[in-house]
């Protein structure tokens, strides 16, 4: 009797395990497509400022404030965001920011001061996307405790590689519908698909979060499960909080103004393979900006995060100085851009499974949302004051200076000071 009762547990465990392998793939997919749907705020916005300029009579630094707004205010929310979705559940709170996402730019489509769009796009679109991409990270880290850098890699994927599907359709309607009528029509979409998807997002079970189908996590055993109150008094977080912002900064330096400091290069009247040249080059970055995701997330799972920061960050930094040196060449431009986004975009997945390797899952998304506040230091620095030094020297030359310097040091401090931080946290908690 007692053996045939084993068997039956056994039997009960593994049903479990297999049916928690194929719902976790199911909540990855759906992930994924939520943050497709929350992506093109972001990551379109730079073919937004010259017709939003021209609309409301603004220069680029004021109107840059409205770029700034919307990742200030998808970040420093995040903590707060991440404490609700803990306490109602990833789906309601996820379904409310992809409508909130979605509906900035129905309501953006309507403003006729700048005021307004900083509270239409900036305000009501960060606070959107920063519950979608804070909940979606967070749930998955949960979901793939023995994957944690690719799963985290191939949702934040979506974010970076979103706008690839809506690129060339918003450059052409920006032509033919104009400013207005493209917000409108992309807003209500993205609103509608994001808001279907996130209905089917669910926590994991407590058997799929505590002991992950295929392998443990490393040193999973000695890791501790602390609370942002706990977390927040250690350096080793604040170590990866200064790591991120100067990768965010550096990042967003290139994102927010590469429409305008392509116009400088002469590049945006340029056909490069027969096509336009920039729409082409932001094409080629959403492509590689979501691949290194999971690509250096499931790499960090094999050779260790700090090891992959180092390669990723200082790839980014050698492929920045290439591309100032040689900006006048317009096939070098497009080839180049691509490169240096492939060595930012893994900060998206590095991160958050650093983090959630050293101090646990029980309060991952939380935790998470206290990280991912440098995103919204780096945009004070990486869009309007970008624009300003710009503007002050006449030059992009000390904006990609500043972006240079910042991917090499990050890349010396991940394996000269977080790498053995980490190491003996790690000990200590063991013990």
Known sequence: MTTRLQTLNETAVDGASTAATHNRWLQLGLGLVCMMAISSPQYVWTLMTKPLSAKLGVPLPELQVTFSLLIILQTFFSPFQGKLIDR????????????MSGLSWVLASQAASTSMLYLTYGVVGGLGTGIVYVGVVGL??????????????AV????????????????????????????????????????????????PPAHAAAAPVGGAAPNASSVPNL??????RTP???????????????GLMVTSQMATFAADFGITKVFVFGMAALPLALTIDRFTNGL???????????????????????LEGIAMALWLLTRENAVLFVLLSGVVFFGWGEIFSLFPSTLTDTFGTRHATENYGWLYISQGIGSIFGGPLAALMHQKAGS????????????ILTAVLAIFMLKPMRARFLRAAAR
Do not use: H, K
């Open 88 to 99: 109602f559940g990833p789906r309601t709170l996820i379904s409310i920011g992809t409508v």
């Open 140 to 153: 998955m880290v949960r979901w793939f405790p023995d994957r944690r850098g690719f799963a985290a890699g």
């Open 156 to 203: 934040a994927a979506g974010y970076g590689m979103g706008a690839i599907v809506t690129t060339f359709p918003i450059s052409a309607s920006l032509q033919s519908r104009g400013v207005d009528g493209t917000l409108l029509i992309y807003g209500a979409v993205f609103a509608v698909v994001g808001f279907l998807a996130s209905q089917g997002l669910r926590t």
């Open 227 to 232: 609370r942002p109150s706990q977390i927040l």
């Open 236 to 250: 080793l977080f604040w170590l990866m909080f200064a790591m991120m912002t100067m990768m965010s900064t550096s």
């Open 292 to 314: 290194t995701r999971p690509l250096f997330g499931w790499v960090s799972d094999r050779v260790g995060r700090e090891n992959t920061m180092c390669f990723a960050f200082a």
């Open 396 to 407: 992009w030359v000390p904006v990609f200076g500043t972006a240079i310097t910042l991917d």
